[in-house]
């Protein structure tokens, strides 16, 4: 079984520009949700996606962003990118009929913001 | 915010020995889950314990709860190089049992010197 892949692995975006972050999923997982991970913060909970739909959103401005689609992959975005969104973006996905809320996390995506 | 804090934030102990690390929370939960992150990567997920449960074991993991003082603790047994990570506790943030907002400590991070 193939686990939670996040493409891409490493990127570099410069001030106000948007990055767009990918997510497939455990198959048969239809929950799908993002974190952030920073040295400051720690791992804050971004959203979570189930079925197309948002089911949970963290605290984070309207620059984040994100959407899953029918076949449970997802995506999100973040727009005018500022010096503090760099960080490693972790996805996680979880299958609804666990009865637990146990999430299995792909390897991340490290943004740089410069 | 964080619901879990960690204790210690920092731990380095030699290969056979025995590491425990300590995560307090502030809300009331269904369960708490620990979980690994070797350094720059994903998270895996060790071990969750239902708040009707005490003691827990998972091969050289034992997991303890205390819901009266909000506080759980993770005991590594005969430790390994191999253990050398950071090791987060984390909770459900809306006292939800199947969701995938979770609130994560800021984490204990373990060295094992061989």
């Known amino acids: 079984k193939a686990g939670v892949t996040q493409t891409p692995r490493y990127l570099i975006k410069t001030r106000g520009q948007q990055v767009t972050l990918s997510c497939s999923p455990i198959s048969g997982h239809r929950s799908v949700s993002w974190y952030q991970q920073t040295p400051g913060q720690g791992l804050q909970f971004l959203f979570e996606?189930?079925?197309?739909?948002?089911?949970n959103k963290g605290n984070f401005p309207g620059r984040f962003s994100g959407r899953q689609f029918s076949n449970s992959r997802s995506e999100m975005n973040v727009s005018t990118l500022e010096l503090g969104d760099s960080a490693l973006y972790l996805c996680?996905?979880?299958?609804?009929?666990?009865?637990?809320?146990?999430?299995?996390f792909g390897a991340g995506s490290r943004l740089t913001v410069l | 915010s964080q619901q879990g804090e960690e204790d210690p934030q920092a731990l380095s102990i030699q290969e056979g020995e025995n590491a425990t690390m300590n995560c307090s929370y502030k809300?009331?939960?269904?369960?708490l889950q620990w979980y690994r992150q070797n350094s720059g990567r994903g998270l895996v997920h060790l071990i969750l314990?239902?708040?009707?449960?005490r003691e827990k074991h998972s091969g050289r993991l034992r997991v303890t709860l205390d819901t009266s003082k909000k506080s759980s603790s993770l005991l590594i047994t005969a430790s390994r190089a191999a253990d050398t990570a950071s090791y987060f506790c984390a909770t459900l943030g809306d006292g939800s049992s199947n969701t995938g907002k979770l609130i994560f400590g800021q984490g204990t991070t373990l060295q094992v010197k061989p």
């Open positions: 314990i239902r708040s009707n449960e």
């Open positions: 996606y189930f079925s197309e739909t948002q089911r």
């Open positions: 996680a996905s979880s299958s609804s009929t666990s009865g637990a809320n146990v999430l299995t």
């Open positions: 809300t009331s939960i269904n369960n």
